[in-house]
């Protein structure tokens, strides 16, 4: 996600069927057939065909259930109290999501809605499935939507649909992760799968969506989009009658650009070509055939999702692309390497802010320097560490924490986005630019598609001669003075 600083400090077309082009390998399949009523409820089943990665056997299987975050009582709410004013400008409103029925092959199986703040839905299987064995089961849910700016809710005639759906738990050595929604940062992370979504929205919806359409059914009312995305780690969606879309090209990516009358849409446009073509020659190519572009109501500057992001319909232009670019490399730090963004969320933040810097250098005609950019960061953490060191007397600089430990949206912002990047610039400076280069190329090219943590990272340097293990774990654990 990108946060709008000023306001914390001061307090077609796509029938490449198939989409993705990577190599065939066993992955959990999602397919989804979810009517959405044109208000606020989207009722949905889905068929999910678990592939079993993991080198133990698997009795039961756990799901997130985000949009319980919005529910009347939630414990963990989606957005801080101080900004519920912003998230839901015409008051209180609620949404959830209704476990109908879960079944396995056909048959009903016991099921239970769990978790600290029922942000977790568990199946229990019939028989355990061994490693590398799959199983098929389907649940039918219903969700509703809260009028609210923000990832899963609809405002000013905008439905944004993501994080949506029962999301298979990422699962470690210690088993499924069950952690509920966070208000601070993106409390996400799940394994790579391929998604077959069919979407059926009344007839004059437009739809923005992270996969490609590979067919449309026009219906007497309502319309139904088939939509494929392989190899993605999630899928999401931005519904609205008053869409308007401007399309652009790099190489074989189709960029698609959704607003609501957007006056530098041009520009917004060519910001994502020229992102989606940097980065693939810095890290790595985008093996995607789109990348959509959603101008949305939002409470925060953006965020990513698998082949879309949300940029904030509030923005100005210059924020506006500047947010896309930080989206935009989401793509690869988030996206295609993953990260568990509760645990370790300065990595793929830190990543994805310091990619704008290296687009930023690419592209002098945007007018912002290496020099003016990371003095801007020091400037901000310096103005953070006085104004926590005169409050508190004590500043928590310690990077690596879940992200109910951070204090409030302020310190999150500030060690994720801001110190984060101070540590890979200094990193840079002790490597020189062309094995820091080589440093990131090789940790996308050794993590694609998984999920990886700071130790994934310093291997990788690690890779290419530079034993920075020491050097990123003092900033990590909060031992180097910024
Ligand atoms: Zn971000």
């Given at each position: 996600?990108?946060?709008?600083?000023?306001?914390?400090i001061?307090?077609?077309?796509?029938?490449?069927?198939?989409?993705?082009r990577?190599?065939?390998?066993?992955?959990?399949v999602?397919?989804?057939?979810a009517?959405?009523?044109?208000e606020?409820t989207?009722?949905?089943?889905?068929?999910f065909?678990?592939?079993?990665?993991?080198?133990?056997?698997?009795t039961?299987?756990?799901f997130?259930?985000?949009?319980?975050?919005y529910?009347?009582?939630?414990?963990?709410?989606?957005v801080?109290?101080?900004?519920?004013?912003?998230?839901?400008?015409?008051?209180v409103?609620?949404?959830g999501i209704e476990?109908?029925?879960?079944?396995?092959?056909?048959?009903?199986?016991?099921?239970?809605?769990?978790?600290?703040?029922?942000?977790i839905?568990?199946?229990?299987?019939?028989?355990?499935?061994f490693?590398?064995?799959?199983?098929?089961v389907e649940?039918k849910?219903?969700?509703?939507?809260?009028?609210?700016?923000?990832?899963?809710?609809?405002?000013?005639?905008v439905?944004?649909?993501?994080?949506w759906?029962?999301?298979?738990?990422?699962?470690?050595?210690?088993?499924?992760?069950?952690k509920?929604y966070?208000?601070i940062?993106?409390?996400?992370?799940?394994?790579?799968?391929d998604?077959?979504?069919?979407?059926?929205?009344?007839?004059?919806?437009t739809?923005?969506?992270g996969?490609?359409?590979?067919?449309?059914?026009?219906g007497?009312?309502?319309t139904?989009?088939?939509?494929?995305?392989?190899?993605?780690?999630?899928v999401a969606?931005?519904?609205?009658k008053?869409?308007?879309?401007?399309?652009?090209?790099?190489?074989?990516?189709?960029?698609?650009?959704?607003?609501k009358?957007?006056?530098?849409?041009?520009?917004?446009?060519?910001?994502?070509?020229?992102?989606i073509?940097?980065?693939?020659?810095?890290f790595?190519?985008?093996?995607?055939?789109?990348?959509?572009?959603?101008?949305?109501?939002?409470?925060?500057?953006?965020m990513?999702?698998?082949?879309?992001?949300?940029?904030?319909?509030?923005?100005?232009?210059?924020?506006?692309?500047?947010?896309?670019l930080?989206?935009?490399?989401h793509?690869?730090?988030?996206?295609m390497?993953?990260?568990?963004?509760?645990?370790?969320?300065?990595?793929?933040?830190?990543?994805?802010?310091?990619s704008?810097?290296?687009?930023?250098?690419?592209?002098?005609?945007y007018?912002?320097?290496?020099e003016?950019?990371?003095?801007a960061?020091?400037?901000e953490y310096?103005e953070?560490?006085?104004?926590?060191?005169?409050l508190?007397?004590?500043?928590n600089?310690?990077?690596e924490?879940?992200?109910?430990?951070?204090?409030?949206?302020?310190?999150?912002?500030?060690?994720?986005?801001?110190?984060?990047?101070?540590?890979?610039?200094?990193?840079?400076?002790?490597?020189g630019?062309?094995?820091?280069?080589?440093?990131?190329?090789?940790?996308?090219?050794?993590?694609?598609?998984?999920?990886?943590?700071?130790?994934?990272?310093?291997?990788?340097?690690?890779?290419?001669?530079?034993?920075?293990?020491?050097?990123?774990?003092?900033w990590?654990?909060?031992r180097?003075?910024?």
């Amino acid at each position: 996600m990108k946060r709008i600083f000023c306001v914390i400090i001061a307090c077609v077309f796509l029938l490449s069927v198939g989409g993705c082009r990577s190599t065939k390998v066993e992955r959990s399949v999602y397919r989804i057939y979810a009517s959405f009523d044109g208000e606020r409820t989207v009722s949905a089943e889905m068929t999910f065909d678990y592939f079993n990665s993991t080198d133990t056997e698997i009795t039961e299987l756990a799901f997130n259930l985000y949009p319980n975050a919005y529910r009347k009582g939630a414990k963990h709410p989606p957005v801080p109290a101080q900004s519920a004013a912003q998230a839901f400008p015409n008051g209180v409103s609620y949404g959830g999501i209704e476990i109908v029925s879960c079944k396995e092959s056909g048959d009903d199986i016991e099921f239970k809605v769990c978790g600290d703040d029922e942000n977790i839905l568990v199946l229990y299987l019939k028989k355990g499935v061994f490693p590398a064995e799959r199983v098929e089961v389907e649940i039918k849910f219903k969700v509703e939507l809260a009028e609210c700016r923000h990832r899963l809710g609809t405002f000013d005639g905008v439905v944004n649909l993501s994080n949506w759906y029962p999301v298979l738990c990422y699962r470690d050595r210690s088993g499924f992760y069950l952690k509920p929604y966070s208000a601070i940062g993106d409390p996400f992370c799940s394994e790579v799968a391929d998604y077959f979504v069919e979407l059926s929205v009344p007839g004059e919806f437009t739809v923005a969506s992270g996969g490609d359409c590979v067919k449309t059914e026009v219906g007497e009312e309502q319309t139904r989009y088939s939509f494929e995305c392989r190899s993605v780690r999630d899928v999401a969606f931005s519904l609205c009658k008053e869409f308007e879309v401007f399309v652009g090209k790099t190489g074989d990516v189709d960029i698609l650009f959704y607003h609501k009358g957007c006056d530098f849409a041009p520009d917004a446009v060519r910001a994502a070509e020229l992102a989606i073509k940097t980065y693939g020659e810095l890290f790595g190519e985008y093996p995607y055939s789109t990348f959509t572009v959603a101008s949305v109501p939002f409470l925060q500057g953006g965020m990513e999702y698998p082949c879309i992001v949300y940029v904030s319909d509030r923005l100005e232009e210059e924020q506006f692309i500047q947010t896309t670019l930080h989206e935009a490399a989401h793509q690869w730090w988030y996206g295609m390497v993953g990260c568990n963004q509760y645990e370790h969320a300065f990595l793929d933040e830190g990543l994805a802010e310091y990619s704008t810097l290296l687009f930023y250098e690419n592209h002098p005609e945007y007018g912002v320097t290496r020099e003016s950019f990371i003095e801007a960061k020091n400037t901000e953490y310096r103005e953070f560490y006085g104004v926590l060191e005169q409050l508190t007397g004590k500043v928590n600089t310690v990077m690596e924490r879940p992200l109910d430990e951070f204090s409030g949206e302020y310190e999150y912002v500030e060690i994720a986005y801001v110190r984060s990047v101070l540590m890979l610039d200094g990193l840079r400076e002790s490597v020189g630019d062309a094995r820091f280069k080589r440093g990131l190329k090789a940790f996308f090219e050794k993590n694609r598609f998984a999920v990886a943590g700071p130790e994934h990272l310093a291997a990788a340097f690690r890779g290419v001669g530079s034993d920075a293990e020491g050097y990123l774990y003092s900033w990590i654990e909060g031992r180097a003075v910024a």
